[in-house]
């Protein structure tokens, strides 16, 4: 580690100090990580700089190119206000003799990839609480589409690293960026064809026709009881709503068949603002996500129309031929693609 010493120092605002101090963490709100810390602003070399993470998504790093002419990302001094929000320069925690990033790695990465060498970082020494990850080196850290299957080491002290995160949002930050995901309802989360074929049975000799279909989805009492949702699609959405990811419901349902969708996810614990589009399009819903899941392609297919679309796009199900579109089998598969853990 550099010594402080040979660094650039810049003044920090008492104000900015004690907006840190009252930093608390995600998983306990009267535990303040910097409550007896130092802070300095300080120019630190970026190779001197251990990250956290071991990626970088590439829809960030475009973003962050797009800000450059705006605001200036490498040299900030203080918390600065935008067109898109505040913003802080990046933290970093002092541990064990280390710079040990705490929030800013996509800017970090984007001034060394253009030949920065040292950025204005806020540090931080005398933490009272272990970091959730363990630093990796800059070579480790690779560019990608997606959040990786592996995408950080995990401090295995903690028994639950995740509620160490430190909570930022007073800093312009979330310790982890929310994700915006669109998920359908319909064959993705819910058993639909199961209970179609039981209502055909009790009231329509079996035959699944347009008209059972409308009567099935406008019948509260009987989705209630019997329209079932995936056990692993519960479990997934409910993991992933405790992590980095800002969930909708986007369904084809209109306002009565999609409310009774609204109240089935509420008997399961999944409370989620729900879009009932009806016949109309979800291509502005699914258009400002990240992630879109849907078990229609012509759904899928209405977004990548779009040239500068940067989401990806999962198809539920089926095969296709379109290499815009990813295909993804099951929930379990899914939480692999996306780094989620499942428990039990």
Partial sequence: MESFNNLTHHKITEELKNKMRSIPLV?????????????????????????????????????????LNEVPLFELSGITKTSFGIVAPPIIEVHDGMFILLDGQNRLWLARNKGVESLHCIVITNVNTPMPVLPVEWDEVGVFKDKPAVSRRYNPLLENPSAFYRNLGILGSEGQRKIKVCIDFDDVISLKEDYLKYYADEYNNGVVDSEIKIRAYNDKEEQIEHLKLSVSAVNTIKAMQKQHYDITIVTSRGINEGTIAEEILRMHGIYLPVIKVGPDSKYPHYSNAEIVIDNKLSHLEEVTANPVRKNTLYLFGGEHQNGDIKTVSSWEELAVILGIELVG
Avoid: M, Q
């Fill in 27 to 67: 998983g306990d709100e009267t535990i303040k990580p910097y409550e007896n810390s130092e802070f300095f602003l300080l120019d630190i070399p970026i190779n001197s700089i251990r990250p956290t993470a071991l990626y970088v998504l590439e829809r960030n790093i475009d973003f962050l190119n797009s800000l």
